[in-house]
């Protein structure tokens, strides 16, 4: 088995993930009775093509629940990608990219949680706090104080870090829609889509900062001519 050294402030995550994946796998049968060989990582219990909800639900695998989850998946992958870049150059930021990372993990337990079959004590497990929103609010200040105004439509560019930073933020797009009918039928914590918005607009000037901050230009929006 792999080690790595996990620093207090990600420890969270990694509990947190590790418990999320236990429970939803809970009711998978890995290895037989008596057998103390490895797990193995493929159950085969979505060969026909259904999956299970953190409720239990067997539910089709292109139903809108594993929908939005595999959207938050790309989306906290995309995230990964820019920050590998990102630690290339030095930038400072990188640990709210981790934090993001761990948060997306609490987004999809609440979306895999749907309330109308989820007991209290599913509901208490998942619940999905505010507080991650305003962080990002104030980190969006905090970067906005040190960038020039924006005065003209930028297209995705100024470097690897800002175009892979450009990426995730249409990602997030993608699951922000996914999620929000989730939200309005009341199956998810109406937070959860307020994050995701939130973390588009995060993502946005992010990508911005890391462009001036390595000195890249970004490309103006130009109408053909």
């Not at 809970?26 to 490895?38: A, H, I, M, Q």
């Not at 953190?54 to 990964?80: Q, V, W």
């Not at 004590?121 to 507080?131: L, M």
């Not at 797009?173 to 998810?188: C, F, L, Q, T």
Request: net charge positive; with cysteine; hydrophobic share 35%.
């Amino acid at each position: 088995m792999t080690s790595f050294i996990i620093k207090p402030a990600h420890l969270r995550c990694v509990v947190r993930t590790r418990w999320f994946l236990n429970q939803l796998c809970s009711n998978r049968s890995y290895v037989t009775e008596g057998d103390s060989k490895t797990p193995k990582i493929y159950t085969k219990t979505g060969d026909k093509g259904f999956s299970s909800t953190f409720t239990g639900e067997r539910r089709p695998k292109e139903d809108h629940i594993f929908e939005a989850l595999g959207n938050t998946d790309e989306l906290s992958s995309a995230i990964g990608l820019a920050r590998e870049f990102c630690l290339d150059k030095g930038h400072t930021f990188t640990y709210q990219l981790d934090k993001i990372q761990c948060i997306l993990q609490d987004v999809g337990s609440n979306v895999a949680t749907p309330r109308s079959s989820a007991r209290d004590s599913h509901i208490k497990r998942t619940k999905f706090i505010a507080q991650p929103i305003l962080d990002l609010e104030t980190w969006i200040d905090n970067f906005s104080e040190e960038l020039p105004p924006l005065t003209n439509f930028i297209l995705p560019s100024g470097g690897k870090s800002s175009a892979a930073l450009h990426i995730a933020r249409t990602v997030c797009r993608r699951a922000e829609r996914s999620v929000a009918p989730i939200v309005r039928s009341g199956e998810a914590d109406p937070d959860v889509a307020k994050f995701l918005n939130r973390l588009s607009d995060y993502l946005f000037t992010v990508a911005r900062y890391a462009a001036m901050k390595e000195s890249n230009e970004e490309k103006i929006y130009k109408r053909p001519e």
